[in-house]
């Protein structure tokens, strides 16, 4: 994982200018356009988009796979992690890589998080199951934005908190 930069614009176009990936996350519209692809590596950049956004590469390459981050709530005790993937790597442990990763990060260089929070669509199991993977538990059920969309869809809310993860650690691997 590094932050996104202007070689990844061409790549993040294209994977993320597919409805099977902007209907499963809240902020990403459809189509996406290099334009888009562009706006977001300046915003994230400058920090406008938060200061805790990651482009998801292959280790062997670089090559652009999908971006991680986290969002502070306003508690101040809680961040909230969301991760999209392009469908070409989907299903090869891409995903619950970066999201161990980046889970650790957090607990490890942010002593003020208490907590982490993750959303899925109800329809979309395979990032449900990264979500378990990772430790989280089910906390409810409700409704999320969807940009792609234009309209609210059911979700389910996971958390993991600092104790559950210090625990988890302690036995090695999650999944």
Not at 59 to 82: L, Y
Not at 159 to 170: A, I, V
């Amino acid at each position: 994982m590094r932050a996104p930069h202007e070689e990844d614009i061409d790549a993040l176009a294209h994977l993320a200018n597919n409805a099977k990936v902007a209907t499963m996350v809240s902020r990403m519209p459809h189509p996406y356009t290099a334009n888009d692809a562009a706006d977001f590596v300046w915003r994230s950049r400058n920090g406008e988009i938060g200061k805790c956004v990651y482009a998801i590469t292959k280790a062997e390459n670089g090559a652009f796979m999908g971006c991680c981050g986290v969002e502070p709530h306003s508690d101040g005790k809680t961040v909230e992690i969301g991760y999209w993937l392009g469908e070409p790597y989907w299903n090869q442990g891409y995903t619950t890589e970066a999201c161990h990763a980046l889970v650790d990060m957090v607990f490890r260089t942010r002593q003020d998080v208490d907590q982490i929070d993750a959303r899925c669509r109800v329809m979309n199991v395979a990032s449900r199951r990264v979500i378990q993977k990772c430790g989280f538990q089910f906390q409810g059920s409700g409704l999320a934005a969807s940009l792609a969309l234009g309209s609210n869809v059911p979700v389910e809310w996971y958390r993991l908190d600092r104790k559950t993860w210090m625990s988890l650690r302690s036995w090695g691997n999650i999944a």
